[in-house]
């Protein structure tokens, strides 16, 4: 099956650094991927979605100067939480559509826990 | 606005029971919906793909239902093991822009 692979699994950084988040599709080509945020207790919330070669798409609410997203190939997009706070110690996760399947299937990285001291 | 609804928020069982979880959601013009397992810290395993047009589907000792008229959906496991200790998660796609919009989860604990 399709496989994600996102990096780093787990991260602790001091406030007020950035930190990038990485998410590869592995074994097929993503035109499009997803980066959700969840906290504690919580559902899934969709931040943005990335398509190959342009800008993301953000939801409401959601800075797009703090939330970084970069998606220069089929096979990679980055998210960088810039001037991290301790606000926004979540879990954030990644997803990838292949390119020309169905949109309704979309394959899951297995996150990543950010902890802002 | 398409809200999901997982209730009960937490369930812990003995070994051996079997259980239901429940899966709610307001807007019936759904695509599909998924049950997903999610282990701590961890990210998510799909477990059952229903369609819109499906009542029904199973996995091993896992059986997910839809009734879309009434906006529920349930995942019935049988013989419960302590592995099945997870958050399970419920998402349905929507219609119109195949968006997944997620339940809460519910955190399942199995008792030895």
């Known amino acids: 099956g399709a496989v994600v692979s996102q990096h780093p699994s787990w991260v602790i950084c001091k406030s007020g650094t950035s930190v990038k988040i990485e998410c590869r599709s592995l074994?097929?080509?993503?035109?499009?991927m997803f980066w959700y945020r969840q906290f504690p207790k919580q559902s899934l919330m969709l931040m943005a979605t990335?398509?190959?070669?342009?800008?993301?798409?953000?939801e409401q609410g959601v800075e797009k100067d703090k939330f970084l997203i970069n998606h220069a190939s089929l096979t990679l997009s980055t998210l960088t939480v810039t001037s991290a706070h301790p606000e926004d110690s979540s879990f954030y996760i990644c997803?990838?559509?292949?390119?020309?399947?169905?949109?309704?299937?979309?394959?899951f990285g297995a996150g990543t826990r950010l902890s802002v001291l | 606005k398409q809200e999901v609804t997982q209730i009960p928020a937490a369930l812990s069982v003995p070994e051996g029971e079997n259980l239901v979880l429940n899966c709610s959601f307001t807007?019936?013009?759904?695509?599909?919906l998924q049950w997903f397992r999610q282990d701590p810290g961890k990210g998510l395993t799909s477990l059952l793909l229903?369609?819109?047009s499906q009542r029904e589907q199973t996995s091993g000792r896992l059986n997910a239902s839809l009734d879309k008229s009434s906006g529920r959906s349930t995942l019935y496991i049988a013989a419960s093991q302590p592995g099945d200790s997870a958050t399970y998660l419920c998402a349905v796609t929507m219609d119109s822009n195949y968006q997944l919009i997620w339940g809460a989860g519910t955190k399942l604990i199995i008792k030895p």
């Open positions: 997803s990838a559509r292949e390119q020309g399947a169905a949109k309704n299937i979309q394959y």
């Open positions: 990335s398509n190959e070669g342009s800008k993301a798409t953000y």
């Open positions: 229903i369609q819109s």
């Open positions: 807007d019936s013009a759904i695509y599909n």
């Open positions: 074994d097929f080509q993503a035109t499009t």
